[in-house]
């Protein structure tokens, strides 16, 4: 088994999850992936880029949910059952390639049920990242060029659709801090005290494993 830490970060929308999981990835010489999942995904599936994208962290329906474990839990692979529905082949091609890169290197994995996927492996230090709803729409507002009420609706209906995901393919709930090791508010400590707290953390966990 793999020694090395890997690190999941989930994150309300807006609370500056991506950044900070990029900062620390710097600041621990290790790579961060986000959207880059998607492409690895893609390249070891054989499914188009395109298709990842527009599934991306989307809620789907309970039946699905109950197919999508009941086969991932035999071990069937993408590669050798491609006949299941698109949503199903997708959530597996993730979860290949999240628990892959988990063995081959340290890393951190934004989002997509990574810390459910990763749920037996030893290392594993899952965080979530949370924030006031008037800092995360500020923050949305500078990044997407838009205004209060875009930046909240945005806000509420990309967290409740994180929140669908999550829920659906986890035995955990989004957001519950007993749902991760550690919940960091960006509000209260700002993304480079996010960074740090969190840096800590891995450090005295990781040295309790050793």
């Known amino acids: 088994m793999s020694k090395h830490p890997v690190i999941t970060i989930g994150r309300q929308c ?14 621990l010489g290790i ?11 893609s390249k070891n599936s054989g499914l188009s880029e395109e298709l990842f994208e527009s599934h991306d962290e989307k809620p789907t329906s309970s039946f699905l949910y109950s197919l999508v474990m009941d086969t991932y839990s035999l071990g069937f692979t993408t590669s050798g059952y491609m006949d299941m ?3 199903h082949k997708l959530f597996l091609a993730q979860f290949e390639t999240i628990k892959e890169l988990a063995m081959k290197e340290p890393c951190i994995i934004v989002g997509r049920c990574a810390d459910y996927a990763l749920s037996d492996y030893p290392n594993l230090i ?10 995360k729409i500020k923050s949305l507002k500078e990044l997407y060029q ?5 930046a909240k609706d945005l806000m509420v209906k990309t967290d409740k659709q994180r929140s669908s995901y999550y829920n659906y393919y986890s035995n955990k709930k989004w957001g519950d801090v007993r749902s991760y090791d550690l919940c960091v508010d960006r509000s209260s400590v700002g993304v480079d ?10 450090e005295e966990k990781m040295s309790r494993l050793s």
Not at 14 to 27: F, M, P, V, W
Not at 31 to 41: I, S
Not at 126 to 135: L, Q, R, W
């Open 193 to 202: 005290g996010a960074v740090k707290v969190i840096k800590c953390f891995i």
């Open 146 to 150: 838009i205004d209060d009420a875009k």
């Open 126 to 135: 899952s965080v979530f990242i949370s924030a006031k709803d008037e800092d």
């Open 85 to 87: 529905p698109i949503n």
């Open 31 to 41: 790579k961060c992936y986000d959207k880059e999942l998607l492409a690895l995904a």
């Open 14 to 27: 807006g609370s500056s999850g991506k950044i900070i999981g990029q900062k620390l990835a710097e600041e």
